[in-house]
């Protein structure tokens, strides 16, 4: 393996040019632990430091490392994060029912991937509003999502579901899959061509082990398995988050999502519904919540049908949610908790005696 193959290309090869000397060696970050990270040069994999929490990165920047970066090491040292393609950002959570429900700083998870498959079990975990939510992060991040729907073979015909999903995830790709006798898996192979990145993202239970197994070929993903993080969404022991594939593309599994909260600097909310954005241009007034406006032409919608009710709670929940978090005022959790949950019940309440 060489760098070039993971990933490596001109918009790192000009950071490395323009700096004086590289000092140390170039590597690929395939896994971390608060201060331990995985790093891949090619050749080998070892176990280094990040020295302290923070790691000097391009220009006046400081990166912490992440799964997908590369970096610098030298004398067993990261000391050097290089400059970003793109990065997967779980947005700042609030810390609900706290006086100090200050938002959380916002974290990321993994960088420098090509696209996210959104990995979903078609059992329980089967949840569109949760596929929202993914697609919403998703786009924040600037990357590009798939989404698998796994476990098809626990349905005599599951294409209504793809439908279904198709319907919310508007040109967005979704294949349906089966990881356990790994029919529909075969589509994914033009995403994970070499030196191209893809990261997983899905419930615990998903299937994601069992998807990277069925990729490989190989069980070399421990299926079942619950992974261990602390509270900052780190592992506690120093895993190996990113597999190489024999295409030379590499799989990111479990960079250290287990729950999703939101922000929305990029529009992420407005690239997931496009359809109530669209909608939203023939309500009477500019700053229309669609909640109780006259002529809103959004609730019109669900009114007629057009629009389900569903998908527009989903969407308030969500702007509600980027409220939330970006409410930095004096007030209290409880009171943010309450008044954003009062609209949506409100809503609810309406939407049900309206059908
Ligand atoms: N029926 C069925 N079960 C699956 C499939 N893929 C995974 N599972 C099961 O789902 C459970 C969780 O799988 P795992 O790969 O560990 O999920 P992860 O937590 O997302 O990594 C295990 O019991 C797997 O055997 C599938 O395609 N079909
Ligand atoms: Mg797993
Ligand atoms: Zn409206």
């Known amino acids: 393996m060489h760098l070039s193959t993971m990933g490596w290309d001109n918009f790192f090869e000009e950071q490395k040019q323009a700096l004086k000397k590289v000092n140390g060696r170039i590597a690929r970050v395939t896994g971390l632990q608060k201060n331990h990270v995985r790093i891949h040069d090619g050749e080998e994999e070892v176990v280094v430091k990040a020295r302290g929490r923070i790691v000097r990165g391009h220009g006046k920047n400081t990166l912490f490392p992440v799964p997908g970066d590369y970096v610098i090491e030298k004398g067993g040292v990261v000391t050097r994060v290089f400059a970003r393609k793109n990065q997967l950002v779980r947005g700042a959570a609030g810390r609900r029912g706290k006086l100090d429900a200050a938002p959380k700083a916002k974290q990321v998870i993994a960088s420098n991937i090509d696209t996210v498959f959104i990995v979903c079990g078609l059992d329980r975990d089967y949840n569109l509003r949760r596929i929202e939510r993914y697609l919403t992060l998703i786009y924040n991040s600037n990357m590009t999502p798939v989404v698998i729907l796994n476990k098809a073979d626990l349905h005599e015909d599951s294409e209504p579901f793809k439908a279904e999903v198709e319907e919310i995830a508007l040109g967005v790709p979704v294949h349906l899959i089966s990881s356990i006798d790994g029919d529909g898996v075969e589509a994914l192979e033009p995403y994970v061509t070499e030196g191209k990145t893809i990261c997983l993202m899905g419930s615990s239970g998903a299937g994601k082990s069992s998807l990277v197994n069925a990729i490989v070929g190989e069980e070399i993903r421990i299926v079942g398995e619950v992974s261990d993080f602390d509270g900052k969404g780190m592992h506690t022991t120093t895993t190996r988050d990113m597999i190489f594939l024999e295409s030379g593309g590499m799989i990111i599994d479990n960079p250290g999502i287990r729950e999703i909260s939101l922000s929305d600097e990029e529009g992420g ?77 409100k809503f609810q309440k309406d939407a049900k005696t309206r059908t």
């Open 269 to 345: 909310v407005d690239d997931t519904f496009p359809d109530i954005t669209e909608l939203a241009a023939g309500c009477r007034f500019n700053d229309c919540t669609h909640q109780h406006e006259p002529e809103c032409n959004v609730m019109a919608a669900v009114e007629s049908g057009e629009l389900a009710a569903d998908r527009l709670i989903n969407y308030l929940k969500m702007r509600l949610e980027l409220t939330f978090v970006s409410s930095r005022e004096s007030k209290t959790a409880d009171r943010i908790e309450k008044e954003r949950w009062r609209d949506v019940a």
